[in-house]
């Protein structure tokens, strides 16, 4: 089963039949509002609005451990994250994709992101944080000079993931840039981690919205500057998505069996039967 996680812009898709909404119920509290079984390219989907179907959660609100149990409860295997980043290189403008590679995580630590702890210890590998297949479907639709895909595409760049809700000061902008990251958001981290702590994998897709603010030369980002290019976007990630389930990349052992299935230091044995349970959903 796939899933489709929308963030800022991406909350609904034109041309998409809703069939119904989905239980949003996990141990870590409720998934975001908007949780439901769509038709996407004559197939179902599982989409989730990050931040809810009005846009009520910030990024810091979010609850990504439940968004991310939630959709492997409904059985997710291959997730497609869509969301808006600022630029902090010249070559990325406004209106092109990037399918991060990496990422820096500079949140501040307020945000649950991971499953283990109170007596779960594990360790797991981000050293290849993405769904490297589908990073090599997306490559091969671009060679094929698919025309669905009639923007830019860039690979192999750096997310770094900062707190908001605020956008950056020119100082850390910067920054950011001397720490070798191309592309700046708010909701990556801890997403994609607990993607891979639950053994699914993992795209970003990331539409660049405007230049952050390091360059005076350059217009500095308001809400308003996002929100003109989000429509735009909003059009083209349809396109990709539809692209990207027809191409339908295979699963990875990394992203499926690198998660806390292979990676627990904790004994089975001395785990409680109700962390037990909701364990299990994450190893299947």
Known sequence: MWAVIGGSGFESFEGVREIRDLDRGTPFGEASTGLRLIEFGGQDVIFLSRHGRHHELTPSEVNYRANIYALKKHGVRKIISVSAVGSLQK?????????????????????????????????????KPVWGEATKAI???????????????????????????YFSTQAESNSYRQMGADIIGMTNFPEFALAREAGICYVP?????????????NPHVTLQ??????????????????????????????????????????????ISAQRREWLDVLFS
């Open 91 to 127: 070559e990325l403008p406004p209106g092109d994709l990037v399918v991060a590679s990496q990422y820096i995580d500079r949140t501040k630590g307020i945000r649950a992101h991971t499953y283990l702890g109170d007596g779960l210890v594990g360790h797991v590998s981000l050293a």
């Open 139 to 165: 490559r091969k639709l671009v060679t094929d000079r698919n025309p669905a895909l009639d923007f830019k595409i860039h690979f192999d760049k750096t997310y770094i993931c900062i707190e908001g809700p």
């Open 205 to 217: 897709c990331c539409f660049v919205t405007d230049y952050d603010c390091w360059d005076d030369a």
């Open 225 to 270: 500057v996002v929100l003109d290019t989000m429509k735009q976007n909003n059009k083209k990630a349809v396109r990709l998505i539809a692209e990207l389930l027809k191409a339908n990349p295979p699963e990875e052992i990394q992203s499926r069996g690198g998660g806390l299935k292979n990676s627990l230091m904790t004994s089975l044995d001395s």
